[in-house]
């Protein structure tokens, strides 16, 4: 079984543009949630979806967004782009969204604006 | 929100001694409690967790402690090996929904 994969594992990009960020769950699991880790720091709730709606949203600018797929995938979209921005995106997901149920994390997404 | 602090930010411990990384959160409602590994360039990795019906959990080496009344809960690592190096996050949560992660402790174990 493939466990939580997301694309691409490194990506540079410059102020002010935009970029996508894509998730695929373990096969089974609805839920996705997005983190942002800063270096050094431990990661911080963006976004959780569950059966395609939003969750919950963490304390991050209009600037970032997401959606959730009919097969349960995730993308994760951050306008306008920032020099803070540059961090690790993870993605996690689980069976069902609030239950007693680990989180899985995916291997991230390094993002370096530049 | 949730806030949590965790301690000591970082630590050092003799191989085979005991480790013991601690963290207290704000939000009574929090019901889930897991600990991260992560080493350097990986993803985190969960290592233990305790719900808030129970007060320590344990899995060979590694024990988890929860305080409901004092909001605390603790990270007890016995006969420690190199292998246990890494920086390791507590985390609070209701479920498994908008994880609030501590700021992460690097534990080091010198041969």
């Known amino acids: 079984d493939a466990g939580v994969t997301q694309s691409p594992t490194h990506l540079i990009k410059t102020r002010g543009q935009q970029v996508t960020l894509r998730c695929s769950p373990i096969s089974g699991h609805k839920s996705v949630s997005w983190y942002q880790q800063v270096l050094g720091q431990g990661p911080q709730f963006i976004f959780q979806?569950?059966?395609?709606?939003?969750?919950g949203r963490g304390n991050f600018p209009d600037r970032f967004s997401a959606r959730q797929f009919p097969n349960y995938s995730s993308e994760l979209n951050v306008n306008a782009l920032l020099l803070g921005d540059s961090a690790l995106y993870l993605c996690?997901?689980?069976?069902?969204?609030?239950?007693?149920?680990?989180?899985?994390f995916g291997q991230g997404t390094r993002l370096t604006v530049v | 929100g949730e806030n949590v602090e965790q301690h000591p930010s970082t630590l050092s411990v003799q191989e085979g001694d005991s480790a013991v990384i601690k963290c207290t959160y704000s939000d009574s409602a929090s019901n889930y409690f897991p600990w991260y590994k992560q080493e350097l360039g990986k993803r985190p990795q969960l290592i233990i967790d305790i719900r808030s019906n129970v007060g320590e959990k344990k899995d060979q080496r590694i024990a988890v402690t929860l305080n409901k009344t004092a909001k605390h809960f603790s990270l007890h690592i016995t006969e420690t090996q190199p292998e246990d190096s890494a920086v390791y996050f507590c985390?609070?949560?209701?479920?498994?929904?908008?994880?609030?992660f501590g700021t992460g402790t690097r534990l080091t174990i010198i041969p």
């Open positions: 996690a997901s689980s069976l069902v969204g609030g239950g007693n149920t680990e989180a899985f």
């Open positions: 985390a609070s949560g209701f479920g498994n929904e908008k994880l609030t």
């Open positions: 979806y569950y059966e395609k709606e939003e969750r």
